[in-house]
């Protein structure tokens, strides 16, 4: 179900509310001589139209000649945009801040210097307020302008304060763009390539990492700065498994944005990406407590999510229920986890056109455990193939072998022997091609070959060697890194005695609820 190209008028026109759609056709009444305009029309056409199809389009418009519908699409497309930039102002300060130094070039334009003065300098501080370092260099060099083509009269030393100003920004821009980049760079290299494969792999991200934020020093560096080099940080620890330090910087993260109010309604989605990590590390250290009572405010911050916008609701949506998926596996309650999937395929149909394949990757993976945790191999099967089936290349190639060793093991849970034989070449050649075999994945592929040809008198035993030779391998923690995609230990121990996986998985939570 990835999103699919579409045009791009008609994806707009889908992603509209039902009062922005009133506020549009408020907007043209307003503004237009002639209701019955062309793109009007087109605009009606598009809206009660399930799909793109320009030949339908032009039969519900017979007025609208062919040649003339780029032009008339054109012209729709930013008067819809027009319409949302009147109508979602108010609640956006950035949107303020650029509005206001428009209408200082309007009046700027119309000779009236010292009133667009005063408009920039009213812009300035509130783009200093919320950290717009951007908008604010472009009003100082507006401001600039203005001082160095007119004598305005202004104050002794004007010119020095606007360039020290100007020079603060500047390093301001510089460092957030710069923690920015290292952020998104760790991203990718993650999406890449997942977690380190051993020590020659680590050194190599390591040095990535340090050579890229040598010299930060994180005491002096401003808000969305320091927001961005916990991000770092993070992808930095996830990728070089240190869940403790992963840990550490997500919550750093998270307190960042609580300390700052004004930040999080800026930016509320780099916020819930803070919130996404901190649920994910609390998920991966066992943290079960408090990772219930930081899913409990994430639920509360869902409920007005819609409130700032479409794209936020849609994030809050994907974070929210991939966590509450991760707490059923923590707790072992795959079953009840099953009442997610609906609500999930309903959200990813209603959202198919924005939300990428990556996050759908992930949801069908998730899906595909619970099924296989609640001992429903043949439904697991079912979204193992849809991640088997998807044309993604490169990303996210930890979770395709993953689902492929998933999809082969129930197979077998299946007795699908003949089936199993042929996958087992199949997902070896693949997993070879990707370079991800680590000694678990050598060891269970070695179970599953032997269990072909071996007697079902032998099963037991094997499934006790095969658990006591990846706790040994698994001491090192690069193997270990296969346990964060399939909890295969406690697979097995569900062979050995005989009873469900999930009841295994819940015994085990419930002891170290205990310990703790």
């Known amino acids: 179900m990835p999103n699919t190209v579409n045009d791009p008028l008609f994806l707009l ?11 549009f056709k408020l907007y043209i009444s307003r503004n237009q001589a002639n209701e ?17 199809k320009e030949g339908q389009i032009l039969k519900k418009c017979p007025t609208i000649d062919r040649r003339q519908l780029p032009n008339l699409k054109a012209h729709l497309y930013g008067e819809l945009l027009t319409s949302l930039r009147l109508l979602h102002s108010v609640k956006n300060m950035e949107i303020q801040i650029r509005e206001q130094i428009d209408f200082a070039r309007i009046l700027y334009n119309r000779g009236l210097i010292f009133q667009a003065l005063k408009i920039l300098d009213k812009a300035k501080n509130q783009a200093k307020l919320n950290s717009h370092f951007i908008l604010t260099l472009e009003i100082l060099q507006f401001e600039k302008d203005i001082e160095g083509r007119h004598i305005t009269r202004s104050l002794k030393g004007r010119a020095g304060d606007l360039i020290e100003e100007t020079n603060f920004v500047i390093r301001q821009i510089n460092e957030v763009t710069h923690l920015s980049n290292v952020a998104l760079r760790m991203y990718e290299l993650y999406l890449e390539n997942g977690h380190v494969t051993d020590k020659q792999n680590s050194i190599r991200i390591e040095k990535i990492f340090r050579d890229n934020i040598a010299g930060i020093n994180e005491a002096q560096v401003s808000f969305f700065g320091k927001a961005y080099l916990h991000q770092s940080y993070c992808w930095y620890y996830i990728i070089q498994l240190d869940f403790t330090k992963y840990y550490r910087h997500a919550e750093k993260w998270v307190h960042l944005f609580e300390k700052h109010a004004e930040a999080k309604r800026e930016d509320p989605i780099l916020y819930v990406k803070a919130m996404h990590n901190l649920l994910n590390a609390l998920f991966i250290i066992g943290r079960h407590q408090k990772m219930v009572e930081e899913l409990h405010k994430f639920e509360k911050f869902y409920e007005i999510a819609g409130s ?4 936020l609701e849609i994030q809050v949506f994907v974070y ?17 986890g099953l009442n997610l999937v609906k609500p999930i395929e309903e959200k990813l149909k209603q959202y198919q056109l924005y939300i990428d394949t990556h996050r759908i990757l992930v949801f069908y993976y998730k899906i595909a455990s619970l099924y296989f945790g609640a001992g429903d191999s043949e439904k697991a099967i079912v979204y193992l193939s849809k991640i088997i089936n998807l044309k993604v290349g490169q990303l996210r190639t930890d979770i395709q072998c993953f689902a492929r060793l998933l999809h082969l093991i129930a197979h ?4 699908n022997m003949v089936l199993v034989e042929y996958l087992i070449k199949s997902v070896y050649r693949y997993l070879s091609k990707m370079e991800n ?5 050598v060891e269970i592929f070695s179970f599953l070959r032997r269990s072909l040809s071996s007697k079902p008198r032998d099963e037991k035993k094997s499934f006790i060697q095969l658990r006591d030779t990846l706790e040994k391998i698994s ?7 296969s346990y964060q995609y399939l909890d295969i230990v406690s697979w097995l121990d569900s ?5 469900p996986v999930q009841r295994i998985i819940q015994s085990k939570f419930k002891e170290s609820a205990k310990s703790k």
């Open 13 to 23: 026109i889908k992603s509209l509310s039902g009062a922005e759609k009133r506020h």
């Open 36 to 52: 019955e305009a062309k793109f009007v029309k087109l605009f009606a056409a598009l809206e009660s139209s399930r799909e793109y």
């Open 308 to 311: 700032y916008n479409e794209n």
């Open 320 to 336: 929210l229920f991939t966590s509450k998926i991760n707490l059923h596996f923590l707790e072992g309650t795959f079953t009840e």
């Open 412 to 415: 077998y849970e299946l007795g």
């Open 437 to 441: 075999m680590d000694a678990i994945l």
């Open 475 to 481: 001491t090192n923690k690069y193997n270990r890194r």
């Open 495 to 499: 062979k050995i005695e005989g009873v």
